[in-house]
């Protein structure tokens, strides 16, 4: 059974930073492309970045490129995602899944950027 537990969130000022980690369970990890995803209540989730089977080719949305980085540990079945100079736009609650494949969601990490 395919599972994700999400975590590293929490409460941050403005322009702080975040390391998120998702750890996966059932699958090989380096088999597959991987993505983080982000979802305010009230609207559609949006994915937030990528990173490739290879673990070297990465994509970002426009809002993210240039403040968020993804990585992953394959040793470990664990994605990260450094995010820093955090805004207020940036609170909602990341999720993480194989890219390609109809996975359950996890349980999400809440990410709260306010002063």
């Known amino acids: 059974q395919v599972q994700f537990v999400e975590s590293g969130g929490g409460l941050v000022q403005p322009g702080g930073s975040l390391r998120l980690s998702c750890v996966g369970s059932?699958?090989?990890?380096?088999?597959?492309?991987m993505s983080w995803y982000r979802q305010v209540p009230g609207k559609e989730r949006e994915l937030v970045a990528t990173i490739g089977k290879s673990g070297i080719a990465t994509t970002y949305a426009d809002s993210m490129k240039g403040r968020f980085t993804m990585s992953r540990d394959t040793s470990e079945n664990t994605v990260y995602l450094q995010m820093n100079s955090l805004k207020p736009e940036d609170t909602a609650v990341y999720y993480c899944k194989r890219t390609w494949e109809s996975d359950d969601w996890g349980q999400g990490t809440q990410v709260l950027v306010s002063s």
């Open positions: 059932g699958f090989t990890m380096s088999y597959y492309a």
